[in-house]
């Protein structure tokens, strides 16, 4: 991909919920030369804003080569929960260096590199209301560590160029703008990332790995003074910069992930490698995107479909919808959003709406969301179908007030009016499977506090990864709703930016 291609999600100091794209390019193609090794992964997760139930500003506004000796999978431990008036982020706890330490960095789809924060650092968070202990990250306390200079290949394929004005002994920079005005500096860094390699039936045990990574030396903005503030972002966009593409590169995992939100219980599950159990149906993700697209067929409220405008904004000429873990909540064109509200409350004509922060259309109800709202649908190419329940879209603010998590797009900006956005909101209690070897992604209902089973390639053997919920003794304490909105809403904004950026690149 080109340089539109790096897109970093934004940080969990500075957007709880949206994956922020970047102004500036970050990181390309990193084509990262990694010890042989077999392995699967697990990874987990928590939910970062458990407990926090007046934070709904805060929801708004936030590649394959295989060896012949093929792969164990990782498991990684999920927390939070994806109610927009709860936690409304998932992070991982994963060791970096030797010896190694913890990290606590935010999972997002929507962008492609790992970074954390690093000793020295200028103005980064040194402190956490989530629960969670920072850690600076030192090259120089690990015995693993290797700063990439900029004459170094490496830092050459990032930029798929020599690196302008490189001199001996310069190290290989990387920069991240966000929407809110908050800005990323730092350098690259190649260094041992241990993650859970599964073993058995519900084990798993420590593994290494060589992952080149963003060590972040200054921030700006609201990244230096959240109090919703993690280590770093952990991204699993498609690029070969992203840590899944390095270790699929290095043959010790299958370039196949698949996540399940648990937003009943929080946490979920979240796996790397081949899942055999549940089956899923899938789609194909359109080719040569920055994000993962899927072509959208047709919505349907209760049965009753919504017909698509037909000039609605698609990368290939056809209606498109990304698919981002990194949002909490689903944002839809105006021509589809009025509609489908309308039809959703045409069920309870003599409800009265009113506005919340500004932007969140609720309602008094008593009784059961589930009997008394339409299912939603969603139909994408290929037959495959996303059936999203009232308990899924409508989130309960307080007592008898429930509010919709169906946002306008056409309130974000002009150029991204006619973007279909799909966040964790809609994928809740769904196993949602990501096939980047085969350009695939499908999804099913499930009970994500179960266990899934996945497929050992080196021996053949399956076995079941159970689900994780990282609670995090947070404390009640959160900045001003206004605040919070504003970093969402800009983090949305410069999303839907690039997404329109990265639409002409490959038009």
């Excluded at 992930?257 to 937003?263: M, T």
């Excluded at 946002?407 to 006619?418: L, N, P, V």
């Excluded at 769904?430 to 497929?455: F, M, P, R």
Aim: aromatic share 8%; net charge negative.
């Amino acid at each position: 991909m080109g340089p539109a291609r790096s897109l970093a999600s934004a940080p969990a100091s500075a957007v709880a919920v949206v994956a922020a794209v970047p102004v500036a390019v970050v990181v390309l193609g990193l084509a990262a030369s990694l010890a042989a090794a077999e392995g699967n992964m697990v990874l987990q997760v928590h939910h970062r804003f458990r407990g926090r139930r007046h934070m709904l500003g805060a929801m708004r506004s936030h590649d394959a080569f295989r060896h012949g000796r093929l792969l164990s999978p990782v498991d990684l431990p999920l927390g939070g929960k994806g109610s927009p008036t709860d936690t409304g982020l998932y992070f991982a706890k994963i060791g970096i260096g030797t010896p190694s330490r913890d990290y606590y960095v935010q999972v997002d789809t929507g962008s492609d590199i790992l970074w954390v924060n690093c000793i020295g650092c200028d103005q980064c968070p040194k402190k956490s209301d989530l629960g969670v202990e920072l850690t600076l990250y030192d090259p120089n306390g690990s015995s693993t560590a290797d700063p990439i200079t900029c004459d170094q290949e490496r830092c050459i394929s990032t930029y798929n160029a020599a690196f302008p004005g490189c001199k001996p002994d310069v190290l290989c920079p990387f920069y991240v703008s966000y929407g809110d005005g908050s800005t990323t500096a730092g350098y690259f860094v190649e260094d041992n990332v241990q993650l859970d390699q599964v073993t058995g039936n519900l084990q798993a045990s420590s593994m290494n790995s060589s992952v080149i990574f963003g060590c972040a030396a200054k921030q700006s903005g609201g990244l230096g003074t959240s109090s919703e503030a993690l280590d770093g972002i952990l991204g699993f966009g498609q690029a070969n910069s992203s840590m899944l593409s390095q270790l699929a590169s290095s043959g010790k995992v299958k370039k196949v992930f698949a996540h399940c939100l648990d937003n009943t219980n929080g946490g979920g599950i979240f796996a790397i490698g081949e899942v055999v159990q549940p089956e899923v149906n899938t789609t194909a993700l359109v080719p040569n995107q920055a994000y993962y697209n899927v072509v959208m067929k047709a919505v349907e409220v209760g049965g009753d479909v919504i017909e698509l405008p037909t000039d609605i904004f698609g990368f290939g000429g056809e209606n498109e919808a990304i698919i981002d873990s990194g949002t909490t909540l689903a944002y839809l064109p105006g021509d589809i959003y009025n509609p489908l509200i309308e039809k959703i409350m045409a069920q309870q004509p003599g409800l009265e709406r009113h506005t919340v922060e500004e932007q969140f259309s609720c309602f008094q109800f008593v009784g059961s969301v589930d009997n008394g709202f339409p299912v939603v649908k969603f139909h994408f190419d290929g037959s495959l179908a996303l059936a999203v329940y009232p308990h899924d879209y409508l989130f309960q603010y307080r007592d008898d007030t429930w509010c919709v998590g169906f946002m306008s797009a056409e309130m974000q900006s002009e150029d991204g009016k006619d973007i279909t956005l799909l966040g964790d909101l809609v994928f809740s209690n769904k196993l949602v499977l990501y096939d980047l070897e085969n350009q695939t992604i499908g999804w099913a209902d499930y009970n994500c506090s179960s266990h899934i089973t996945v497929k050992d390639e080196k021996s053949g053997a399956t076995y079941s990864v159970g689900a994780h919920h990282i609670v995090s003794n947070s404390a009640h304490h959160i900045g001003s709703n206004s605040e919070l909105v504003s970093l969402r809403i800009s983090a949305v904004l410069l999303l839907l930016a690039a997404v329109l950026y990265n639409f002409m690149l490959y038009a």
